[in-house]
């Protein structure tokens, strides 16, 4: 099979044998609506971090300054996250993503028009809000079309805010000598909103309600956390651990990578840029073949693989001599840890539902959203290449983990 048709096989669902047609026909609708948020999450993203350098000079702060205005982001995220459950159940995993997918490209305008790092992290809190709110919707809603689907297309939509970053950040690459921040953040601010009025009229009017996993569907999974040697909430608990020390490495390379190109070894604008674009195609990648690794290898040992890849090729990225050796680190970063996540949170929410996606999803998020802060004092107190080997350590930390209780992740998955 070639690699297109591959992709249309990702993109098309299958109706599972004596299913209606016609409904067949809304999950497919449904599917395309809810991928198009997942990719105008990562683009939106994206042309964000690929635009820190230019607002890092506009508003004069150090790497520790930026770390804390940068914590903005974390903040309104975290808090959001701890919302936006409650807000699903009350109004629906469908409509709270419309809304938070128009608030995170509405407010990705606003921070190249501040000028101190105090005001860059109080606007940041709304574009904080925003991502985490979009998030944790979507993954919600994604986890009921798994269910109703019946197959394990939980990594595409993850390829899908992977591709949304590789073009985010290799448009942004392309514009960075043309055109300034503002009016780059202020063109995909009104891009993203084209995508979510339109993909949003399928979600809000005429989306299926896939089922969540519950009654039957849901004993079994709770059944097999039980049998996989301890209750459901601990190997939740594990498998957000592990996302956290991968995610981190995404919100590391997200904010940092084109820093370390354009600093520590003098790359010009264009290509500090590519970093982040090399990354998020690796991740692209990983994710449009996630699906198949899984079905091939399973859970358990795609994350230790992967923890143990990602490792590697960090060390290769923070510590290369040259700008071209550290981009093929951070393309086996990418490919490392392209799967982590949405294993597990596929694996959550098949152990307790989308209790399970919430709090997974909430801790792994922390990770992405702790990553950039902690970077930027630890760039302080050594240097940025070591700051960005501790995302080679936690990637470690997540393969050792994924190997410590690969029987009872074998088991749940």
């Known amino acids: 099979m070639s690699s297109i048709n591959k992709f249309r096989a990702i993109l098309s669902p299958r109706a599972p044998a004596g299913e209606d047609p016609s409904a067949a026909r809304a999950l497919a609708l449904f599917r395309v609506a809810l991928t198009a948020f997942f990719a105008v999450d990562g683009f939106v993203f994206a042309g964000w971090v690929v635009r820190i350098p230019a607002v890092k000079e506009q508003t004069g702060a150090s790497p520790s300054a930026l770390g804390l205005a940068l914590l903005g982001v974390s903040i309104g995220a975290v808090v959001t996250m701890t919302l936006t459950g409650r807000l699903c159940q009350r109004f629906g995993n469908n409509r709270v993503t419309v809304f938070a997918g128009a608030l995170l490209v509405l407010s990705v305008a606003l921070p190249p028009h501040t000028h101190s790092a105090v005001t860059l992290g109080a606007v940041l809190l709304l574009f904080g809000a925003g991502f985490g709110a979009v998030n944790v919707a979507a993954n919600s809603a994604a ?10 297309v939980m990594p595409s939509f993850h390829a899908a805010f992977s591709l949304g970053g590789m073009v985010g950040a290799g448009l942004g690459g392309l514009v960075a000598d043309r055109l300034s921040a503002a009016r780059h953040l202020a063109l ?11 993909a949003g009229r399928t979600l809000w009017r005429n989306a299926p309600r896939p089922a969540p996993l519950s009654g039957d569907g849901g004993r079994k999974a709770r059944a097999k956390g039980v049998a996989a040697g301890g209750s459901v909430g601990w190997l939740v608990g594990v498998l957000g651990l592990i996302a956290l020390c991968t995610t981190y490495g995404e919100g590391a390379m997200a904010d940092w990578s084109a820093l370390h190109l354009r600093e520590t070894l003098g790359a010009g604008a264009g290509v500090a840029a590519a970093g982040y674009s090399v990354f998020a195609l690796a991740m692209t990648v990983g994710r449009l073949t996630g699906s198949a690794v899984l079905a091939r290898i399973g859970p358990d040992r795609a994350l230790v693989a992967g923890g143990a890849l990602g490792a590697a090729g960090m060390l290769l990225g923070a510590l290369a001599p040259t700008v071209w050796l550290a981009l093929v680190g951070f393309a086996l970063t990418g490919l490392g840890l392209a799967n982590a996540f949405p294993i597990t949170i596929g694996t959550a929410g098949q152990l307790a539902g989308p209790r399970g996606v919430a709090l997974a999803s909430t801790v792994g998020y922390g990770g992405m959203l702790a990553g950039p802060v902690a970077i930027g004092f630890l760039a302080d107190w050594f240097s940025l290449a070591t700051a960005l080997v501790t995302v080679a350590v936690l990637s470690g930390v997540a393969a050792v983990t994924a190997y410590g209780t690969r029987d009872a992740l074998r088991r749940a998955g």
């Open 143 to 152: 986890v009921d079309l798994v269910a109703a689907l019946r197959r394990p």
């Open 188 to 198: 995909l601010a009104a891009v993203g909103l084209l995508v979510v009025v339109w």
